[in-house]
């Protein structure tokens, strides 16, 4: 079992900056890859972005593609989500996720979820 807990949330101004953070609860050293979703009022959950076990590939939603990174730090259990230039658009609720495959963008294909943190981006 991974319990993960989003971090970093907040209001900002479009064109500003967010970075988030998932802590996991136990050390994610099965393999897992980490990923990032979000989820906008009426809407259905969509994929961001994903990273692997090592943290070498990534996988991003075009939507993002160049404004936001992923990365992850195991030694702290922690993924990150920078975002950057950001637009009201973005606004949303953000989740983590585990998976088995960062090529999974599908929130069927992850396993572990966490709360969720709000980002709304002011015009």
């Known amino acids: 079992q991974v319990h993960l807990v989003e971090s970093g949330g907040g209001l900002v101004q479009a064109g500003g900056s967010l970075r988030l953070s998932c802590t996991a609860s136990a050390r994610t050293s099965s393999n897992y890859a980490m990923g990032w979703f979000r989820q906008a009022p009426g809407k259905e959950r969509g994929f961001v972005a994903a990273i692997d076990w090592p943290g070498a590939s990534t996988n991003y939603a075009s939507s993002v593609k160049g404004r936001f990174t992923i990365s992850r730090d195991n030694g702290k259990n922690t993924v990150y989500l920078q975002m950057n230039s950001l637009n009201p658009e973005d606004t949303a609720v953000y989740y983590c996720?585990?998976?088995?495959?960062?090529?999974?963008?599908?929130?069927?294909?992850?396993?572990?979820w966490g709360q969720g943190t709000q980002v709304t981006v002011s015009s």
């Open positions: 996720a585990a998976s088995r495959n960062y090529a999974y963008t599908s929130p069927r294909d992850y396993n572990y």
